[in-house]
């Protein structure tokens, strides 16, 4: 099989405060009473329906808010389940990883925090190296 430390990585990134919740996790349309997905349902179910054996990351990267974080708690327990108000439960596959890349943790809940390892990293550690690294890919 293949080396889990080199094995290739499918990276999926959201900003959830860039979206309404309806766009994040999917809603009811109220006249068609059909489900559209969203972003977040997506990238989930393309994630756990691959059967590769390439790691799959699903980064959040931007602010943390009460709403969208809340509706995590089943995917970051053990269950490991994306529940959406379609009814649809998602299973995560054992290669996923949901990764959350945020400033501050104000606004989570206990119950939030302590199912999430986390990693702190001062921005002066980083050094300027990322921003220019940004910016050189931006061009």
Known sequence: GVDPWLAAVQCHVVNP???NMKQLYGAFDPVSHEWSDGVLATAVR?????PSSDRKWVVFDGP???LWIENMNTVLDDNKKLC???GEI???SATMTMMFE???LAVASPATVSRCGMVFMEPEALGCA???DSWLDSR
């Open 46 to 50: 393309t994630c756990a329906m691959d």
């Open 64 to 66: 943390v808010d009460a």
């Open 90 to 92: 998602i299973k995560l």
């Open 102 to 104: 945020v400033q501050d």
């Open 17 to 19: 405060k860039a979206i």
């Open 84 to 86: 959406l108000n379609s």
């Open 130 to 132: 990322p921003l220019f």
